[in-house]
């Protein structure tokens, strides 16, 4: 079967006058040509010349079998053009959007970074007039250095992680073990603070085709979530189930409940209502998600703390492919 644009060569100088003027269509030459522009306006105007092109063709009478191959010659380009017109939409939007995100990484760093010079300001005073008093001082201070920079680390390491997303590789990867490995980063965090970590139905999740940096990064974000949302001497579970399409896994916390108002905003990129700042955490894990065709829904009420929910599409291990 020819491609319409290999048809489009041949019958320009076969067809009648009217319909070949309609063949002749400039688009149409340039769409194969060397002059080919690569953007979803360009590939918007194809479809549309493919569209009286082959509005053209109805006035032929040709034979059934030829008038069938050309259908589905057309219909392959329209399906082709449409893919590529969806995929240069999306990289735009994303484009968009990771310019927006950057420039609010801008802006929110600059508290970090103006903390750390305080800080830093502080050790200098003190190490040039010391007193009874200056390692403490210091102490608190290269403390709060520190956690600023795990801001700043977290903030940089989140947004390569969304940048990365449309080229990552996917394998299949057992959920179970999967899990558990995320459960085994956080461990001795929750110990340290004396919250227990449970690990529920882990057993025969089935298999899911993952980036294994890329999920499991959403998943310990989630669970360190979890685990600053709770006092010492609470719990997270960490649950698994299955069904016969899809493995669903849920954190939950026994700490203090989200407002409503926060709940709407939660998954907002560094958005601040005030006292919470969002950061770009779950943003990134909302997006690892939905690039692993997975969702994310979260359920919080007083007395009963806060439960994620991300449920996966199972995969059988066989033909195996990459999701992108």
């Known amino acids: 079967m020819l491609p319409v644009h290999h048809m489009h060569q ?35 105007g194809q479809l549309l010349e493919l569209a009286a092109l082959r509005q053209c063709f109805t006035e032929l009478a040709l034979p059934p079998a030829v ?9 392959e380009s329209e399906k082709r053009l449409q893919q590529r ?57 290269l403390t709060d250095i520190r956690l600023e920079v795990r801001r700043l680390y977290d903030i ?32 001795e965090q929750a110990r340290t603070r004396g919250v227990i970590l449970h690990l529920q139905g882990l057993a025969r999740l089935g298999s899911v085709s993952l980036h294994k940096g890329a999920l499991q990064r959403a998943f310990v974000n989630l669970l360190q979530r979890a685990l600053d949302a709770i006092p010492q001497g ?14 669903i896994v849920e954190i939950r916390d026994t700490g203090s409940a989200i407002s409503e108002e926060q709940l709407d905003l939660l998954f907002e990129p560094l958005y601040s209502t005030g006292s919470e700042w969002t950061g770009l955490g779950l943003y990134v894990v909302r997006e690892i998600v939905l690039a692993h065709h997975g969702t994310i829904d979260v359920q919080s009420a007083p007395g009963q703390g806060t439960t994620f929910t991300v449920t996966l599409p199972l995969v059988a291990m066989e033909g195996m492919r990459q999701l992108r």
């Open 234 to 247: 609470g719990t997270v579970t960490l649950r698994g189930r299955r069904t016969a399409s899809h493995s």
């Open 156 to 187: 940089m390491q989140d947004y390569l992680a969304l940048a990365r997303l449309p080229v990552v590789q996917y394998e299949p990867e057992d959920m179970g073990n999967f899990l558990r490995e995320c459960g085994r980063v956080v461990q």
């Open 10 to 44: 041949h019958l320009c100088t076969s067809l009648p006058p009217r319909l070949g003027s309609c063949v002749r269509s400039p688009g149409m030459a340039r769409a194969g040509g060397d002059n080919a522009m690569t953007n979803a306006e360009q590939a918007q």
């Open 85 to 141: 017109l969806e995929q240069m939409t999306w990289q735009i939007q994303r484009s968009a959007l990771l310019g927006d995100i950057a420039g609010k990484i801008v802006h929110e760093i600059r508290n970090p970074l103006n903390a750390i010079f305080l800080h830093a300001d502080v050790v200098q005073g003190e190490l040039q007039c010391p007193t009874l008093d200056s390692r403490t001082q210091m102490l608190e201070s």
């Open 67 to 75: 008038r069938q191959t050309l259908d589905s010659a057309f219909m």
